[in-house]
């Protein structure tokens, strides 16, 4: 069984135990929290797609961690002939959670 879950503003699909990357939630470290966003669950074979949600559906998690961080990603600007460069480094902060049931 899986589901494809709109978490801020992007699109998962999760399945129970499944651990996940997200944008920064403001629930802390190992609180339970619920998604009510779901657009589509398939249930071995049933599918059902919401218009644009399903209705009742639900997907729980609790958060493993509140402060962990992405990759690096740098930033590097040129000028030629000018003697222009710049370098700029930046790691976006990520929620940690653990998908515990869909219901």
């Not at 961690?65 to 902060?93: C, P, S, T």
């Amino acid at each position: 069984m899986y589901a494809i879950v709109d978490i801020a503003g992007q699109q998962f699909k999760v399945e129970a135990g499944n651990e996940l990357f997200v944008q920064r939630l403001a629930q802390a470290k190992d609180s339970s929290v619920e998604f009510d966003k779901v657009l589509l669950i398939d249930n071995e074979g049933k599918v059902k797609v919401g218009t644009p949600y399903v209705k009742g559906a639900v997907v729980k998690a609790t958060v493993l961690d509140d402060e962990a961080k992405a990759d690096k990603v740098l930033v590097f600007k040129k000028i030629r002939r000018k003697g222009f460069q710049k370098l700029n480094g930046h790691r976006q902060k990520l929620s940690k959670i653990k998908i515990n049931e869909i219901a």
